[in-house]
């Protein structure tokens, strides 16, 4: 479908947000919380991002970011006080406020497919435009003349070449990546809306088509938001353009959720954060999703 605009938010929305006692907000980083720039290690969030993100997560929210790249890179990108938690890798790991992380595990067969994908796109691309994750293998072509044609090339070439069942060949802004099919950002958001109490106001927002899995993931518990700078089918209610109305909608988020005031956010309990660094703990040998 079709996204509204964000003027189309309910009031309603703004209002339970200021009356809840906690909310979260899950927000992807690439697209949506920073431009893309030729070089990713360079992309840093739009101007006032970083401190809106702060004072959000100061009060009663838990922001909590969902991205493709890995999750200390998030970290070290966002570079906000105190850290967020990050899910990275499309919640193939988790990263905790204060450290802890819990990654899926990887069998060494699975490692070694990724490393026949790295080797095909290898005939095509440089090695600077192929990123290798843990779960994933990318292809970059942002800048590049003729990069869609080559991105449907080895398209091709990964579905012929590759023989291997869990696997997903996905397109993401400029580029393609073959990762794991049961790692994606659905299962990162089906993790943490387990986490968050019923009624709490929830909104993800992401850009690209990795994100849809998280819109389809949230559904009608809670408000999805497709940052793009022109409308498109997706899986998410409303549309951003980037990065004024991503301003807007934190500017508006952290009014909102000020309104009330006296509810200590849930994160910010200690138990809660113990009972979460416990189960992240306890699941790092990945004996469950988180
Ligand atoms: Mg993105």
Redesign the pocket.
Known sequence: MIPASFAAIPERFWRHLAEAPAAALLL?????LAPFVPDPARAIPYEGVRELLQRIDGGKTRVVLV??RPAREVRALLRTVPPLEVWGEHGGERLLPDGTQWTAPLLSEEKAFLDRAGALAADHLPSERIERKQFSLAVHVRGISGGGALLETLRRLWEDRLSGEGWRIRP??EGLEVRRADIHKGRAVCALLEEVPPGVPVACA???E??EDAFRALGERGLSLL?SVAPRCTAAKFRLFPPEEVLAFLRRWHTAAEESGAFPGDRKNPSVLETLRKRVSRTRSGVDAG
């Open positions: 992807d980083y690439d697209g949506t991205s493709g993401f802004a992401g850009d690209d990795t994100d940052v």
